[in-house]
């Protein structure tokens, strides 16, 4: 897809912050120099095209008394896909990639209580792969942002 | 953090709808104020349970394709300093240490991302130099098998 220099600095903007006003894409358009009805068009646009995902909240589940962790799992390739599927139906596992290594599935659990994270590393257990458990123990930084020059 | 708290952030997890008043249309589904909503979600911030509001972007879609994790066994009385210094690189999304085990003997992960996979070797490399930290593998995303937000059921 072709992002013009518009779209380019209203991803940029709205990777920060949606303004929390009434009106917030007109507030994003006065930034920009554009109209509201261009801003809420260029987002659709942007949504339909995949680029952005969704405009909402991020959520700390931390904070929220939630859990999380990362999962290395070593699977044989030709079974990759049929597990992972079954991995992936949990809608506590956020992120997965495979990754080329001996471990080579790589997951993120995020759920709301320790309990229900030990019953679903318990249950992804019984698939029989050899799995390590990688709880952070710092968190050092998150910022999940790129400049679109 | 009360039961209106939780059903706002249900209702706008997958995205708030676009439209001219996007707040006063989660207002009149949850049957508060346009107002309440907008206070309600600036509280959430302030106590960070909400991280950030805004998009979320496909970073594949606008050409960062590599997506790197690097894996550094750093030594637990330089830990603090290291983690410093590699956050301070801007194409370091993440960085944590987690928890050693006999089957993993690295404690410090972070996410580097390019547009190809040379520019996360280099960026390993300067890292490496810049904190003299040179165990680390570098372990390539071959596949996006999922990419979802963090929910609330």
């Keep these: 897809m072709r992002l013009d220099s518009i779209d380019k600095n209203l ?65 044989p390739s ?12 949990y809608p506590e596992v956020t992120h997965n990639y495979l990754r080329s290594h001996r471990y080579n599935v790589w997951f993120t659990i995020s759920a709301s209580s ?22 952070a123990t710092k968190m050092f930084k998150i910022r999940v942002k790129f400049d679109m020059k | 953090m009360d039961d209106m708290d939780v059903k706002l952030l249900k209702l706008t997890q997958d995205g708030i709808p676009l439209t001219p008043r996007p707040f006063a249309d ?7 104020s346009e107002e309440e909503v907008i206070t309600r979600l600036k509280k959430m911030m302030s106590m960070g349970i909400i991280h950030r509001f805004g998009a979320s972007i496909a970073h594949r879609a606008i050409g960062i394709i590599a997506n790197a994790m690097c894996v550094w066994d750093v030594p637990s009385e330089r830990v603090d300093e290291v983690g410093r210094i590699i956050a301070s690189f ?26 190809d996979k040379g520019e996360c070797r280099v960026l390993a490399e300067r890292i490496a130099k810049a904190t003299g930290m040179y165990d680390y593998e570098i372990l390539f995303s071959e596949r996006e098998l999922k990419k979802a937000g963090v929910r609330i059921e």
């Design chain 2, 26 to 32: 989660t207002a009149k589904s949850l049957g508060i």
């Design chain 1, 11 to 75: 991803l940029n903007v709205l990777q920060d912050e949606l303004p929390l006003v009434s009106r917030p894409f007109e507030e994003l358009g006065k930034g920009l120099g554009i109209s509201e009805e261009d801003v809420i068009s260029r987002v659709k646009r942007l949504l339909e095209e995949g680029v952005i995902r969704r405009i909402g909240p991020i959520i700390d589940i931390k904070k929220l008394g939630g859990v999380s962790t990362l999962v290395a799992m070593s699977v």
């Design chain 2, 90 to 115: 801007d194409e370091v999304t993440h960085c944590y240490e987690r928890l050693r085990s006999n089957k993993w003997k690295y404690n410090v992960f972070t996410m580097v991302h390019g547009h």
């Design chain 1, 78 to 89: 030709e079974r990759v896909d049929e597990t992972a599927a079954m991995i992936n139906e």
């Design chain 1, 114 to 135: 320790k309990e229900r994270l030990e019953e679903i590393l318990g249950e992804i257990k019984k698939l029989g792969y050899e799995l390590i458990d990688l709880p």
